[in-house]
């Protein structure tokens, strides 16, 4: 469903919603971080946004447009340029809706971040800096380079991976492709790990380290694996193929990729990968509204202000 509506033009502004409900506007990223007060939620629209590599010690949720060029909001992709970092009392924020060029960091000030949720985003990296930072949640993400939990556990679902090191934990409905370099790594010391439900995408050079621990354990159950190699309990190995002969189209991890199964392959789908479990969205879009046209007057009124009709459509 769309509306339209009539607004006053000022510039593009980022908008902070506080608990209470109060509004404020702001035009940095950094200043919308640093103004913004706990429990706050942070409005990004379409357009490039420095990150300074602000560190953020409150809880916050960040929300962006999309970060997938085919989107229909006329001011394009949310884009913040650098790196994130939650560092002690940001428990329970949540980022959702952006290309990061950089990583999220969290626990790096060596303090435990719990409960950080990050979803339909496009980012380099996600780093778990402090072992005792828990229940990190990872869904429906393009992570371009890695995940890195060295000894802290979380939840990794129905993302687009390349590499992954985790000590604790959940992993499922994921697909796991890095070309030539993977390197999957799950490290159980710190607690048990399931990893069910995903794809494996094994190119020429891959290594995948599986290390036991005595008092926990690793449980590797119903994967598929494209290409010539198996791991654990009840999983399906498609021998002397490649991700291109599986899925639409495999182009690695970018927004090109279509991994839906290709039809002589199709009964997979609803078993392994990303459109198993609770799904994936497509449009990587946050349900908050956008704006799909806009009607911008030539001149300004008396007052100095420009009019501009809008027309706006809810997110999914």
């Known amino acids: 469903m769309t509306v339209f509506t ?37 409005y990004l629209p379409g357009g490039s946004f420095s990150s300074n590599d602000v560190k953020i010690t409150k809880k916050l949720t960040i929300i962006g447009i999309g970060h997938k060029s085919n989107n229909d909001n006329v001011d394009g992709v949310t884009t913040i340029s650098g ?20 990583d999220v960091n969290i626990g790096a000030d060596n303090t435990a971040v719990n409960d950080i949720l990050i979803r339909f985003c496009n980012l380099n990296s996600v780093n ?19 995940l890195y939990f060295p000894g802290a556990d979380g939840i990794v679902s129905n993302n687009i991976v390349g ?5 604790g934990g959940v992993v499922c409905n994921n697909v796991f ?16 790990i399931s990893v069910t439900d995903n794809v494996f995408i094994i190119k020429s050079g891959a290594i995948y380290y599986f290390p036991s621990f005595e ?21 399906l190995t498609l021998p002397d193929l490649n991700g291109s002969d599986v899925f639409k189209n495999d182009d690695g991890i970018t927004s090109t990729s279509d991994y839906h199964f290709q039809n002589a392959y199709k009964e997979y789908e609803s078993q392994y990968g990303i459109y198993s479990g609770s799904s994936f969205n497509d449009n990587q879009m946050a349900p908050v509204p956008y704006i799909i046209a806009k009607d911008i007057k030539e001149q300004t009124d008396a007052s100095g202000k420009l009019h501009i009709k809008i027309r706006v459509k809810a997110g999914e």
């Open 215 to 235: 008092d926990h354990a690793v449980v590797s159950s119903h994967n598929l694996f494209i290409g010539n190699r198996e791991w654990g309990e009840d999983c």
């Open 177 to 192: 492709n890095k070309g030539l370099t993977n390197y999957i790594g799950f490290w159980n010391n710190t607690g048990n």
């Open 128 to 146: 778990v800096k402090n072992s005792n930072c828990t229940r990190t949640t990872i869904n429906q993400n393009y992570i371009r380079s890695r």
């Open 163 to 167: 590499e992954i090191t985790m000590c």
């Open 83 to 102: 790196n994130l970092w939650f560092n002690e009392d940001s428990s329970g924020s949540v980022v959702m809706g952006c290309y990061i060029t950089g």
């Open 6 to 42: 009539t607004a006053v033009l000022q510039a593009q502004q980022i908008s902070v919603v506080s608990s209470g409900g109060a509004t404020t506007l702001y035009r940095t990223l950094q200043e919308a971080i640093e103004g913004a007060s706990n429990g706050s939620v942070i």
